[in-house]
């Protein structure tokens, strides 16, 4: 067999579309919306390369319309989850044993399709079936997926060439073999590419998955597995099954073949899981690789020298893009007294021009939040606010579930640094602001510190440079990524890779080479040329 040292080509950040009126893009998505929505769709779960139905459909709803049918998923039981592991398991070996350079071909071309000919296909289920404008797609399941496949492969490429030195008369060398056993991806509904990336990362390392999507995804999951297919991911590399939460945790957990899991969604879940798998450590055959980003309480942190402006669009855009369900929305501000009635004024200014609606109207910044439970409580915790002696709505407060899921852009002034709303994630367009006096910058440092148990992303807004590095250095374990006169949104693949810890997740950084890492067990090879004949030592003269 013909052998070479390969090159991937380099990677490079695709492109965000703007979908500007008149726009090609703009009509390319536009028609693919209506077609979409002019029929229901059926979507079967994909096992072992075959199409499986159950007849036990779930209809979904796009949660801005809740009244239109998008169409019907076969939901799945134990035996599906079983038998989506034995595929993974008998696919592995052939898999594994595949050239590396073929699987980065085939992602490779996977993120070729998901830039052009699935690109609207990937946005208008994303926009349809998770509530996200056509900008918040496109940033999502467009762009970002497309990068995390094209560095993946760059990093694989990384990881593969990480070898040891060599003693005279010695060749040491390291193989980066896949897991022993099968990876479960359990992804979200919030980003199409998170769904995308969870279990591509493991299968470009040579590991066989069983995925499990978020039932608010569903329909974007299809389009993802379509892609996969087409790229030519072999049947029983991954597998999709839409299967309870219970249920997969009952089946996946318990076998003695599991050797990690890539998750991201909440904290809850996640120590639930943590805990069932160390319950269960004595049944597997390795100790499974646990990586997960989870929750948090993200903030934004303004110095008496900030600009005004910047931390007032910062507010605005880091809260209420795709209605602050993205696990870095900026969700707790501290606001220095001197400079809260100018950034106050430039908050209201914009939020007064923001537009609520069906996303499929493109003047609508903020869309629906993706549930009635989600819906509820985030009502729950604004009419809480009102009622409240600690905190008042300054912003918004209005919702409303007619006809979809629609929460206003809502803002919560509070007199108490730890009110409720300033430690618990609520994953929805409310923030909530405490205004400290400006000679207690360090002491608001502490309280930031000591209030959350997250630690995601923050950001800090100051022209004062000895500030902003007090801030850096201050801050350093309270965030994962770090801005620094920014919101603390929008971690791009390649540039800012993604992660947090504390109550956050492992911190096992999503588009870097650090993630690709626990994904391989690696095994030290050491050849002598010419081997020892004699035990004795020199010593021993």
Known sequence: MPKGIFRVPTAKNETVLSYAPGSQERKELEAQLKAFKQHEVDIPMYI????????NKISMHPPHNTKHCLGYYHQGDETHVYKAIDAALTAKKKWADLSWEHRASIFLKAAELVAGPYRQKLNAATILGQS?????AEIDSACELADFLRFNVQYMCDVYAQQPESSPGIWN????????GFVFALT????????????TAPAMMGNTVVWKPSKSAVYSAKVLMEVFMEAGVPAGVI????????????????????????FTGSTGVFQSMWKTIGANIEKYKSYPRIVGETGGKDYILAHKSCDAKAVATAIVRGGFEYQGQKCSAASRV???????DEIKTYVGNQLSEIKVGDPEDFSNFVNAVIDEASFDKLAAAIDEAKASKEAQVIFGGNYDKTEGYFIEPTIIQTTNPKYITMQEELF??????????DNKFEETMDILDSTSVYALTGAIFSQDRYAAELATQRLVNTAGNFYINDKPTGAVVGQQP???ARGSGTNDKAGSAINLMRWVSPRTIKETFVPAHDYKYPFLG
């Not at 072992?48 to 007849?55: F, L, M, P, V």
């Not at 979200?188 to 279990?199: K, Q, V």
């Not at 501290?334 to 809260?340: E, F, K, L, M």
């Open 239 to 262: 597998n999709l099954v839409y299967a309870s939460g219970p249920v997969m945790a009952k089946v996946v957990f318990g076998h003695p073949e599991f050797a990690g899991i890539h």
């Open 334 to 340: 501290y606001i220095p007294q001197s400079r809260w």
């Open 498 to 500: 993604f992660g947090g």
């Open 132 to 136: 996200k404008n056509a900008y918040q």
């Open 188 to 199: 979200p509904f919030n980003f199409t590419a998170i769904a995308g990336n969870l279990p």
């Open 173 to 180: 060398r390291v193989e980066h073999r896949p897991l022993e």
């Open 48 to 55: 072992g390369g075959q199409e499986i139905r159950t007849g």
């Open 428 to 437: 929805g367009p409310v923030l909530t602001l405490y205004v400290y006096e």
